[in-house]
């Protein structure tokens, strides 16, 4: 089963030992958009993130997206 990116993120995470505050506050920092934690815990269980917001993170985590042809 593939993980929803809800779970991704917060494995990589908790894989890079960053808690969802301080990701919130980098987002904030980079973005000049408010961002709280509890914003982005709602994003992240409606599955409301945006696909720039998901690379933002992606790049704030040290992680590159890759498409890969099924």
Avoid at 33 to 53: D, F, I, V, W
Wanted: glycine share 2%.
């Amino acid at each position: 089963m593939k993980l929803q990116a809800k779970e991704q993120i917060k494995t990589l995470l908790a894989q890079e030992n960053i808690k969802l505050k301080d990701l919130a506050q980098i987002l904030e920092e980079k973005t000049n958009k408010k961002c709280s934690p509890n914003a982005l815990t709602q994003k992240l269980r409606r599955g409301t993130l945006t696909y720039n917001e998901t690379l933002l993170i992606a790049d704030i985590l040290g992680y590159n997206i890759i498409f890969e042809k099924k």
